[in-house]
């Protein structure tokens, strides 16, 4: 925890955090939703984008999978993932050498896709996923916990509780993650205000994402 981090590393630290986060869980839930929208409930995908204040259309389920990391809303996964490489880039010095490496690799994956003439697939969603795994096992490797490490752990856990309150997923799973914020919050900034109820979605969203505000200041 001696490390040294000005405000804008440890802020991009943070989101990187949230955004490699925000892909995965996206890119999981895609592809439980498409075996759903091919089965029986082809409104699943609408349902889902709708808690994030997202509208997708689309006719099937291969044209959803398309919608869903490459159409043109907020939840776009194309743009949270350049979003995460410049994160990664800004704090280059303060992420694992492997690590950095797999988010450029993950990076041009989507950006390949994106050009390719052909609709993606499960095999995109497989080596994407397997990706995230590589990233997320090089960060977490090393014996002792960094300042830098927190901050990206810090992320991941917000964006978990985020998606879960969003989608009114199993209370005592959030409540879980929102133990581990506060725990992580407070090694950042042991005077940290740190008032989230899970039990209150609205209000626990806002708290959350103004957590990162409470601990970095210019």
């Not at 590393?9 to 439980?32: C, I, P, Q």
């Not at 808690?51 to 939840?75: C, D, M, P, R, W």
């Not at 896709?113 to 497989?126: L, M, N, Q, V």
């Not at 199993?170 to 090694?187: C, G, M, R």
Request: charged share 25%; proline share 2%; net charge negative.
């Amino acid at each position: 925890m001696e490390q040294l981090l000005t405000a804008n590393v440890a802020t991009n630290l943070y989101w990187f955090g949230r955004h490699l986060e925000r892909v995965e869980t996206t890119l999981k839930d895609t592809m439980a939703l498409f075996d759903l929208i091919i089965d029986s409930e082809k409104e699943a995908g609408k349902v889902y984008f709708a808690k994030l204040g997202i509208t997708l259309e689309y006719a099937n389920a291969s044209h959803f999978l398309h919608g869903a990391v490459f159409g043109q809303h907020e939840g776009n996964l194309h743009l949270l993932m350049d979003q995460a490489r410049e994160n990664a880039i800004i704090c280059r010095s303060q992420i694992d050498t492997e690590a950095f490496g797999e988010v450029i690799k993950l990076q041009e994956l989507f950006e390949h896709a994106a050009k390719g003439p052909s609709a993606i697939d499960t095999r995109f969603f497989d080596h994407a996923l397997s990706l995230i795994n590589e990233i997320w096992g090089a960060l977490s490797c090393g014996m002792d916990r960094r300042l830098s490490d927190h901050f990206i752990q810090l992320g991941k856990l917000v964006e978990k509780s985020d998606l879960n309150l969003r989608h009114g997923r199993d209370p005592e799973v959030t409540h879980s993650y929102i133990k581990e914020i506060i725990y992580t919050a407070k090694l950042l900034t042991p005077d940290a205000e740190v008032a989230i109820d899970p039990t209150d979605p609205a209000t626990s969203i806002a708290a959350l994402n103004g957590l990162i505000g409470t601990i970095v200041t210019e």
